[in-house]
């Protein structure tokens, strides 16, 4: 697995600049809480045709900084930011809750209670 630091200042010109969409798969944007009120968020695409090629692109961000959307990028992107959206609580422009979790559902189940 290829990792690549990135920042929210630089996401989009990063993800933009490596996608090829005939040639990466995009697998999912995945969420760690990395604890002290941090998430790690990943950025994950695999290679059609090339066994265990993946690229993550990550970073380490504070839980209420706002996340920019790749949908620009990424169409499909959506559901993945949905996910995280419900699950840890962030603000990721244009993700609505709901996708998940249900009205009475505890509110954020993956984010560790600091």
Known sequence: MTKIETSLE???SDIGGFYIPAEHHFLTV?????GEG???????FARYGVKDEVTMFYTIIPYDTPVPSVRSVIPSAYLSEMEITDLFGLAIEGAEKGLYLDHDSMPTPLRRES
Do not use: F, T
């Open 30 to 34: 995945n969420g760690i809480d990395a």
């Open 10 to 12: 630089n996401l989009l």
């Open 38 to 44: 941090k998430i790690e968020l990943q950025w994950i």
